[in-house]
């Protein structure tokens, strides 16, 4: 079964993936569903950011795929990947730090 979010896998540049994930308590009809979304990455290839998709999140029940051909680059996607990327980098040094229990 699955949630019915908007979901998109982006590589803004060759190499470097991301997806946005429609937030639950997004607006239905709103005039652009990324605005109420969440980003994930940088991720390395398509597949590890799928793999992290559907390690962490329910099932949208579909995404579109927007190659770095076709990528076309607006202040939301800006946003969206820079607020991605300074969670990856939090995340990655309370990682590195380990338990601090």
């Known amino acids: 079964m699955s949630t019915g979010m908007n979901c998109e896998f982006v590589e803004p540049k060759p190499g470097e993936w991301y997806y946005l994930?429609?937030?639950?308590?997004?607006?239905?009809?709103a005039w652009d569903w990324r605005d109420f979304a969440t980003a994930y990455g940088p991720f390395g290839s398509e597949e590890e950011?799928?793999?992290h998709?559907?390690?962490?999140?329910?099932?949208?029940?579909?995404?579109?795929?927007?190659?770095?051909?076709r990528y076309?680059?607006?202040?939301?996607?800006l946003k969206l990947f820079q607020?991605?990327?300074e969670r990856s980098a939090k995340e990655a040094s309370?990682?590195?730090?380990?338990?601090?229990?």
């Open 94 to 101: 309370r990682r590195s730090v380990g338990r601090w229990w």
């Open 83 to 85: 607020e991605a990327a």
């Open 53 to 69: 998709l559907r390690e962490n999140h329910a099932n949208p029940g579909g995404a579109e795929i927007t190659s770095h051909d």
């Open 21 to 29: 994930l429609e937030d639950w308590n997004a607006p239905k009809q």
């Open 49 to 51: 950011a799928n793999e």
């Open 72 to 77: 076309v680059e607006d202040e939301t996607y």
